[in-house]
């Protein structure tokens, strides 16, 4: 990603609009695709970046925390 905040910030505006659309849940893959098909300006979304975008959203944003489902990951078990 060549400009990480500007990329969170795209992020983040789609999870409103799903959020405002009224989903209760939403795939952060979906939104990524979403944002590669949409905003090419952006410049190349890693697929290694999904999980560190929604987890960031949901710590900025713990009301919309629920938008997601997160497993634990193996380094915390």
Not at 23 to 38: C, F, L, P, T, V
Request: proline letters at 1%; one cysteine or more.
């Amino acid at each position: 990603m060549e400009n990480h905040h500007q990329v969170y910030l795209v992020f983040a505006e789609y999870c409103f609009q799903a959020i405002r659309e009224g989903r209760g849940r939403y795939s952060a893959k979906a939104i990524i695709e979403i944002m590669r098909w949409n905003r090419r300006d952006i410049g190349k979304i890693s697929n290694m970046a999904t999980t560190y975008l929604a987890l960031k959203f949901m710590e900025q944003h713990p009301q919309h925390a629920t938008l997601f489902i997160s497993t634990k990951r193996k380094t915390e078990e």
